[in-house]
């Protein structure tokens, strides 16, 4: 199947996209970007992706905001032409040329992709998954925290690190020791009945699944908080899973070689997956 990438508003092949070489991205990683999932061709929840990306834009101070409207429409273009029925998208947005000549009214430069298949291995959900807690820690006062930045190196290096280690993800604590997220994820952990997680001013992404998630816990009448956390709570903790837009909502049973809970995925985790799909079939069914 041929892959198609939207470039500045116009469709073309994967593989004849083209960017400047004096691009912010490129030249300095000024950018941002969006991870979402398409289900029988529709962005689950595109609009909330598209506003948490021009909301960084404002925050960080970008002279020439993205609009939405464009944005969608390069989304939707994309989706399209993928005709798949289960999809991974990346929308990336940069402040455009460094060129001076070109500074006083920069252009942006947005490129949409989309990939066929999305999903994770069926056995990271039946069995779970294991957890390394990073080297690295959570910056609190770096200017890019807390956004989906394209300066995604240090987020990688900890991935792979755990990867290395056959973990599936690197969990990130700050410098205080406060419990934050993972390189590619949000975290919840299940204390008893109740479901909690690390406040936005930890800080942390305000991740469009995990916010997702709280309202589904709202739905089902589990108890759903946001407190700081640490190294014991989540050790300690009955049940633990990630969320973002691609896993969905994942199950951990392991913390290095610590079991959480039973080593088993959690019976408060199935029930939010299970009213996650359910939420899914109902805003993206086929028509």
């Given amino acids: 199947m041929r ?117 994770y291995p069926p056995e990271c959900y039946t069995q779970g998954v294991t957890v390394l807690i990073s080297d690295y820690c959570q910056p609190a006062t770096e200017p890019t925290t807390g956004h989906k930045t394209t300066s995604y190196f240090g987020r990688l290096a900890a991935l792979r690190a755990a990867h290395a280690q056959t973990a599936f993800e690197a969990l990130w604590l700050t410098e205080d020791g406060r419990l934050a997220e993972g390189s590619i994820s949000s975290v919840f952990l299940v204390q008893g009945e109740r479901l909690v997680t690390p406040p936005l001013d930890t800080p942390v992404l305000p991740g469009i699944t995990r916010a997702t998630v709280m309202e589904l816990a709202v739905e089902l009448a589990i108890p759903v908080r946001e407190q700081e956390l640490n190294e014991a709570d989540l050790l300690n903790a009955d049940e633990v899973f990630l969320t973002n837009s691609l896993m969905e909502i994942m199950p951990v049973v392991r913390v290095g070689r610590e079991p959480i809970g039973t080593e088993k995925p959690g019976e408060i985790t199935a029930q939010l997956y299970e009213a996650y799909g359910n939420l899914i079939d109902r805003e993206c069914a086929d028509d």
């Fill in 3 to 119: 892959e198609w990438v939207s470039l500045n508003g116009q469709l073309m092949p994967a593989e004849e996209a083209r960017v400047s070489v004096f691009d912010s991205g490129f030249m300095q990683g000024i950018g941002l970007f969006e991870t979402m999932r398409a289900y029988n061709g529709r962005v689950f929840r595109l609009e909330r992706h598209l506003d948490r990306l021009v909301q960084s834009a404002r925050t960080l101070g970008w002279v020439t905001l993205p609009d939405t409207d464009d944005l969608e429409d390069n989304v939707e273009q994309v989706v399209s032409a993928t005709a798949a029925d289960d999809c991974r998208v990346r929308l990336t947005v940069t402040t455009g040329s460094v060129r001076p000549s070109e500074q006083e009214r920069p252009e942006l430069t947005i490129v949409v992709g989309a990939s066929p298949g999305a999903k």
